[in-house]
Protein backbone atom coordinates (compact mmCIF):
# COMPACT_ATOMS: atom_id res chain seq x y z
CA UNK A 1 0.00 0.00 0.00
CA UNK A 2 1.31 3.70 -1.34
CA UNK A 3 1.94 6.20 1.49
CA UNK A 4 -0.36 9.11 1.65
CA UNK A 5 1.09 11.88 0.48
CA UNK A 6 0.49 14.79 3.60
CA UNK A 7 1.40 18.55 2.47
CA UNK A 8 1.29 21.32 5.09
CA UNK A 9 0.49 24.58 3.14
CA UNK A 10 0.75 28.05 4.61
CA UNK A 11 -1.05 30.92 3.21
CA UNK A 12 0.27 34.50 3.94
CA UNK A 13 -0.18 36.72 0.82
CA UNK A 14 -1.89 39.84 2.83
CA UNK A 15 -3.56 39.55 6.07
CA UNK A 16 -4.50 36.34 7.29
CA UNK A 17 -2.39 33.97 8.36
CA UNK A 18 -3.14 30.16 7.58
CA UNK A 19 -2.35 26.91 7.32
CA UNK A 20 -3.94 23.31 6.07
CA UNK A 21 -2.96 19.66 5.94
CA UNK A 22 -4.46 17.80 3.34
CA UNK A 23 -4.00 13.81 2.32
CA UNK A 24 -3.75 12.82 -1.06
CA UNK A 25 -6.45 15.43 -2.04
CA UNK A 26 -8.16 15.12 0.57
CA UNK A 27 -8.06 17.88 3.29
CA UNK A 28 -7.86 17.22 6.53
CA UNK A 29 -7.67 20.87 8.60
CA UNK A 30 -8.12 24.24 7.48
CA UNK A 31 -7.24 27.01 9.75
CA UNK A 32 -6.86 31.07 9.55
CA UNK A 33 -6.23 33.63 11.81
CA UNK A 34 -7.43 36.95 10.24
CA UNK A 35 -6.17 40.72 11.63
CA UNK A 36 -8.64 42.89 12.96
CA UNK A 37 -6.29 45.80 13.28
CA UNK A 38 -6.50 47.02 9.63
CA UNK A 39 -10.44 48.06 10.28
CA UNK A 40 -8.99 51.44 12.34
CA UNK A 41 -7.01 52.07 9.60
CA UNK A 42 -9.32 51.32 6.59
CA UNK A 43 -7.05 49.66 4.83
CA UNK A 44 -3.97 46.97 5.24
CA UNK A 45 -1.12 48.71 6.47
CA UNK A 46 1.83 46.62 5.32
CA UNK A 47 4.48 46.56 8.43
CA UNK A 48 1.56 45.98 10.42
CA UNK A 49 0.29 42.50 8.59
CA UNK A 50 3.98 41.20 8.09
CA UNK A 51 4.84 41.88 11.92
CA UNK A 52 0.96 40.45 12.76
CA UNK A 53 2.34 37.15 10.35
CA UNK A 54 5.20 36.70 12.32
CA UNK A 55 3.22 36.22 15.74
CA UNK A 56 0.35 34.08 14.32
CA UNK A 57 2.13 31.56 12.03
CA UNK A 58 3.55 29.26 14.60
CA UNK A 59 0.18 28.73 16.51
CA UNK A 60 -1.62 28.70 13.98
CA UNK A 61 0.42 26.07 11.63
CA UNK A 62 0.47 23.64 14.72
CA UNK A 63 -3.34 24.15 15.23
CA UNK A 64 -3.58 22.74 11.16
CA UNK A 65 -1.38 19.94 12.61
CA UNK A 66 -2.89 19.03 15.34
CA UNK A 67 -6.36 19.11 14.03
CA UNK A 68 -5.35 16.59 11.17
CA UNK A 69 -4.53 14.11 13.50
CA UNK A 70 -0.85 13.68 12.27
CA UNK A 71 2.03 14.37 13.40
CA UNK A 72 4.80 17.08 11.97
CA UNK A 73 6.85 13.88 11.02
CA UNK A 74 3.86 12.71 8.83
CA UNK A 75 4.40 15.37 6.52
CA UNK A 76 5.65 14.40 3.00
CA UNK A 77 5.68 18.11 1.84
CA UNK A 78 5.49 21.61 3.33
CA UNK A 79 3.85 24.28 0.48
CA UNK A 80 3.80 27.76 0.51
CA UNK A 81 2.15 30.74 -1.55
CA UNK A 82 4.92 32.57 -3.50
CA UNK A 83 3.08 35.14 -5.26
CA UNK A 84 1.41 37.62 -5.47
CA UNK A 85 0.71 39.46 -2.94
CA UNK A 86 2.29 42.07 -0.16
CA UNK A 87 6.32 41.32 -0.17
CA UNK A 88 6.60 41.45 4.07
CA UNK A 89 3.84 38.89 4.22
CA UNK A 90 4.78 36.44 1.65
CA UNK A 91 8.46 36.46 3.45
CA UNK A 92 7.17 35.10 6.47
CA UNK A 93 5.37 32.23 5.01
CA UNK A 94 8.39 31.20 2.53
CA UNK A 95 10.82 31.59 5.77
CA UNK A 96 8.60 29.45 7.97
CA UNK A 97 8.08 27.02 5.19
CA UNK A 98 11.64 27.10 3.99
CA UNK A 99 12.75 26.32 7.74
CA UNK A 100 10.13 23.44 8.19
CA UNK A 101 11.27 22.16 4.47
CA UNK A 102 15.03 21.78 5.72
CA UNK A 103 14.75 20.66 9.39
CA UNK A 104 12.01 17.67 8.36
CA UNK A 105 14.20 17.40 4.93
CA UNK A 106 10.84 17.58 3.30
CA UNK A 107 10.42 18.83 -0.36
CA UNK A 108 9.04 22.42 -0.44
CA UNK A 109 6.37 23.71 -2.73
CA UNK A 110 5.76 27.12 -4.21
CA UNK A 111 2.34 28.22 -4.60
CA UNK A 112 0.73 30.96 -7.20
CA UNK A 113 -1.59 32.65 -5.18
CA UNK A 114 -4.23 32.84 -8.54
CA UNK A 115 -3.99 29.59 -9.25
CA UNK A 116 -4.92 28.10 -6.24
CA UNK A 117 -8.35 30.55 -6.19
CA UNK A 118 -9.11 28.61 -8.73
CA UNK A 119 -8.46 25.19 -7.94
CA UNK A 120 -10.46 26.00 -4.68
CA UNK A 121 -13.29 24.77 -7.16
CA UNK A 122 -11.43 20.96 -6.60
CA UNK A 123 -11.35 21.35 -2.83
CA UNK A 124 -15.10 19.52 -2.58
CA UNK A 125 -17.21 17.59 -4.75
CA UNK A 126 -18.45 17.79 -7.40
CA UNK A 127 -15.74 19.13 -9.41
CA UNK A 128 -15.36 20.88 -12.61
CA UNK A 129 -14.18 18.55 -15.70
CA UNK A 130 -11.54 19.93 -18.32
CA UNK A 131 -11.85 22.44 -20.02
CA UNK A 132 -13.29 25.07 -17.55
CA UNK A 133 -13.58 28.49 -17.37
CA UNK A 134 -12.90 30.51 -14.26
CA UNK A 135 -14.21 34.07 -13.72
CA UNK A 136 -11.50 34.87 -10.41
CA UNK A 137 -12.26 37.86 -8.54
CA UNK A 138 -10.91 39.29 -5.56
CA UNK A 139 -9.19 42.43 -3.73
CA UNK A 140 -6.32 42.49 -6.24
CA UNK A 141 -7.00 40.36 -9.10
CA UNK A 142 -10.13 40.11 -11.96
CA UNK A 143 -9.00 37.51 -14.71
CA UNK A 144 -11.24 35.14 -16.87
CA UNK A 145 -8.86 31.87 -17.43
CA UNK A 146 -9.38 28.74 -19.34
CA UNK A 147 -8.31 25.87 -17.24
CA UNK A 148 -7.16 22.93 -19.65
CA UNK A 149 -5.24 20.68 -16.54
CA UNK A 150 -4.82 21.15 -13.03
CA UNK A 151 -1.46 22.93 -13.97
CA UNK A 152 -1.79 24.27 -17.32
CA UNK A 153 -4.01 27.84 -17.04
CA UNK A 154 -4.65 29.78 -19.78
CA UNK A 155 -5.32 33.76 -18.89
CA UNK A 156 -7.77 34.95 -21.46
CA UNK A 157 -8.81 38.33 -20.07
CA UNK A 158 -7.85 40.59 -16.83
CA UNK A 159 -8.12 43.69 -15.59
CA UNK A 160 -6.12 46.55 -16.91
CA UNK A 161 -6.74 48.86 -13.87
CA UNK A 162 -8.46 47.94 -10.47
CA UNK A 163 -10.10 44.82 -9.49
CA UNK A 164 -13.54 44.44 -8.78
CA UNK A 165 -12.89 43.84 -5.13
CA UNK A 166 -10.61 47.19 -5.38
CA UNK A 167 -13.68 49.16 -6.58
CA UNK A 168 -16.22 47.96 -4.05
CA UNK A 169 -13.58 48.87 -1.06
CA UNK A 170 -12.88 52.21 -2.50
CA UNK A 171 -16.58 52.71 -3.20
CA UNK A 172 -17.24 51.95 0.96
CA UNK A 173 -14.30 54.39 1.64
CA UNK A 174 -15.97 56.70 -0.50
CA UNK A 175 -19.34 56.21 1.47
CA UNK A 176 -17.83 55.96 4.70
CA UNK A 177 -18.47 51.87 5.51
CA UNK A 178 -15.57 49.87 7.51
CA UNK A 179 -13.04 47.72 5.60
CA UNK A 180 -13.01 46.12 3.80
CA UNK A 181 -16.35 47.45 2.45
CA UNK A 182 -17.19 44.42 -0.14
CA UNK A 183 -19.19 42.61 2.31
CA UNK A 184 -21.15 46.14 3.76
CA UNK A 185 -21.77 46.63 0.36
CA UNK A 186 -23.18 43.52 -0.30
CA UNK A 187 -25.48 43.51 3.04
CA UNK A 188 -26.88 46.93 2.11
CA UNK A 189 -27.54 46.49 -1.61
CA UNK A 190 -29.83 43.93 -0.33
CA UNK A 191 -31.96 46.62 0.93
CA UNK A 192 -31.79 49.12 -1.49
CA UNK A 193 -32.67 49.62 -5.77
CA UNK A 194 -30.13 49.84 -8.59
CA UNK A 195 -32.01 53.53 -9.32
CA UNK A 196 -28.83 55.23 -10.30
CA UNK A 197 -27.17 54.50 -13.76
CA UNK A 198 -23.25 54.10 -14.53
CA UNK A 199 -21.84 53.63 -17.20
CA UNK A 200 -20.12 50.34 -18.03
CA UNK A 201 -16.68 50.75 -20.04
CA UNK A 202 -15.87 49.80 -23.16
CA UNK A 203 -12.96 47.76 -22.93
CA UNK A 204 -11.76 45.83 -26.05
CA UNK A 205 -11.75 41.80 -26.00
CA UNK A 206 -12.33 40.07 -22.75
CA UNK A 207 -10.44 42.73 -20.58
CA UNK A 208 -11.73 45.06 -17.81
CA UNK A 209 -11.44 48.28 -16.34
CA UNK A 210 -13.23 49.67 -13.07
CA UNK A 211 -10.94 52.69 -12.73
CA UNK A 212 -13.13 54.73 -15.09
CA UNK A 213 -16.56 53.38 -13.01
CA UNK A 214 -14.67 54.63 -9.49
CA UNK A 215 -14.53 57.82 -10.99
CA UNK A 216 -18.11 57.96 -11.80
CA UNK A 217 -19.22 56.99 -8.74
CA UNK A 218 -17.25 59.62 -7.13
CA UNK A 219 -18.07 62.39 -9.17
CA UNK A 220 -21.91 61.06 -9.22
CA UNK A 221 -21.72 61.18 -5.29
CA UNK A 222 -20.31 64.63 -5.39
CA UNK A 223 -22.58 66.35 -7.55
CA UNK A 224 -25.38 64.90 -5.51
CA UNK A 225 -23.85 66.07 -2.25
CA UNK A 226 -23.92 69.50 -3.55
CA UNK A 227 -27.57 69.43 -3.69
CA UNK A 228 -28.45 67.66 -0.68
CA UNK A 229 -25.67 67.32 2.64
CA UNK A 230 -27.40 64.33 3.83
CA UNK A 231 -27.40 62.37 0.19
CA UNK A 232 -25.61 59.53 1.04
CA UNK A 233 -27.08 58.75 4.25
CA UNK A 234 -30.88 59.34 2.70
CA UNK A 235 -29.70 56.63 -0.09
CA UNK A 236 -27.44 54.39 1.24
CA UNK A 237 -28.79 51.36 0.19
CA UNK A 238 -29.39 52.52 -3.38
CA UNK A 239 -26.38 53.64 -3.77
CA UNK A 240 -25.07 50.59 -2.86
CA UNK A 241 -27.18 48.42 -4.80
CA UNK A 242 -26.72 50.27 -8.12
CA UNK A 243 -22.81 50.25 -7.31
CA UNK A 244 -22.84 46.68 -7.21
CA UNK A 245 -24.90 46.01 -9.87
CA UNK A 246 -22.80 47.63 -12.27
CA UNK A 247 -19.62 45.69 -11.24
CA UNK A 248 -21.39 42.42 -11.50
CA UNK A 249 -23.08 43.23 -14.83
CA UNK A 250 -19.50 44.10 -15.60
CA UNK A 251 -17.79 40.93 -14.53
CA UNK A 252 -20.95 38.72 -15.90
CA UNK A 253 -21.12 40.29 -19.21
CA UNK A 254 -17.40 39.90 -19.80
CA UNK A 255 -17.55 35.91 -18.48
CA UNK A 256 -20.52 35.20 -21.24
CA UNK A 257 -18.48 36.68 -24.41
CA UNK A 258 -15.94 34.39 -23.00
CA UNK A 259 -18.14 31.10 -22.91
CA UNK A 260 -19.36 32.37 -26.98
CA UNK A 261 -15.90 32.59 -27.82
CA UNK A 262 -14.43 29.40 -26.34
CA UNK A 263 -17.66 27.34 -26.57
CA UNK A 264 -16.70 26.01 -22.98
CA UNK A 265 -20.12 25.02 -21.09
CA UNK A 266 -18.38 24.15 -17.51
CA UNK A 267 -17.92 27.39 -15.81
CA UNK A 268 -16.92 28.04 -12.25
CA UNK A 269 -15.95 31.76 -10.19
CA UNK A 270 -13.27 31.90 -7.51
CA UNK A 271 -11.45 34.31 -5.15
CA UNK A 272 -13.00 36.84 -2.63
CA UNK A 273 -15.88 38.35 -3.90
CA UNK A 274 -17.13 35.43 -5.82
CA UNK A 275 -18.90 35.54 -2.20
CA UNK A 276 -21.09 38.52 -3.36
CA UNK A 277 -24.83 37.58 -3.03
CA UNK A 278 -25.66 38.74 -5.93
CA UNK A 279 -22.80 37.96 -8.01
CA UNK A 280 -23.66 34.36 -7.47
CA UNK A 281 -27.44 34.64 -7.89
CA UNK A 282 -26.98 36.04 -11.32
CA UNK A 283 -23.60 33.55 -12.34
CA UNK A 284 -26.48 30.68 -11.69
CA UNK A 285 -29.46 32.74 -13.53
CA UNK A 286 -26.85 33.07 -16.88
CA UNK A 287 -25.83 29.79 -16.21
CA UNK A 288 -29.11 28.35 -16.48
CA UNK A 289 -30.00 30.27 -19.77
CA UNK A 290 -27.34 29.33 -21.61
CA UNK A 291 -27.14 25.56 -19.83
CA UNK A 292 -23.56 25.92 -18.54
CA UNK A 293 -22.67 23.29 -15.62
CA UNK A 294 -21.12 25.74 -12.82
CA UNK A 295 -18.77 25.70 -9.89
CA UNK A 296 -18.47 28.03 -6.93
CA UNK A 297 -16.12 26.96 -3.65
CA UNK A 298 -17.73 26.91 -0.15
CA UNK A 299 -17.79 30.62 1.24
CA UNK A 300 -14.96 29.56 3.18
CA UNK A 301 -12.79 28.71 0.60
CA UNK A 302 -12.92 32.06 -1.86
CA UNK A 303 -11.59 34.20 0.81
CA UNK A 304 -8.29 34.07 1.26
CA UNK A 305 -7.13 30.69 2.84
CA UNK A 306 -4.82 27.86 3.22
CA UNK A 307 -6.88 25.04 2.05
CA UNK A 308 -6.43 26.28 -2.29
CA UNK A 309 -2.83 26.45 -1.32
CA UNK A 310 -2.77 22.59 -0.24
CA UNK A 311 -4.72 21.33 -3.04
CA UNK A 312 -2.52 23.43 -5.41
CA UNK A 313 0.61 21.63 -3.60
CA UNK A 314 -1.16 18.01 -4.18
CA UNK A 315 -1.05 18.68 -7.94
CA UNK A 316 2.22 19.98 -8.10
CA UNK A 317 3.16 17.47 -5.93
CA UNK A 318 2.37 14.96 -8.53
CA UNK A 319 4.08 16.40 -10.83
CA UNK A 320 7.34 16.34 -8.87
CA UNK A 321 7.00 20.65 -9.06
CA UNK A 322 9.28 21.37 -6.04
CA UNK A 323 10.75 24.69 -5.45
CA UNK A 324 14.85 24.64 -3.59
CA UNK A 325 15.73 26.72 -0.81
CA UNK A 326 17.24 30.02 -3.22
CA UNK A 327 13.43 30.01 -3.71
CA UNK A 328 11.94 34.10 -3.56
CA UNK A 329 8.52 35.80 -2.82
CA UNK A 330 7.75 38.08 -5.36
CA UNK A 331 4.80 40.76 -4.66
CA UNK A 332 3.25 40.42 -8.67
Not at 219 to 232: A, G
Amino acid sequence: MAKPINILAIESSCDDTAAAVIQDGVLLSNRVATQDMHVATGGIVPEVASRAHLQQIEPVVRAAIDNSGLDVRDLSAVAFTQSPGLIGSLMVGATFAKGLSLSLDIPLIAVHHMEAHVLANFIDEPRPDYPFLCLTVSGGHTQIVVMHSALDMEVIGKTLDDAAGEAFDKTGKLLGLPYPAGPQIDCLAQQGEAFFSFTEPQIDALDFSFSGLKTQVLQFVQRELRKDEDFIEKQLNHICASVQDRIVSILLNKLELAAQQTGITQVALAGGVAGNSQLRRDFHSLAEKHQWTTFIPAMKYCTDNAAMIAMTAHYLYLESRFADLSVTPSPR
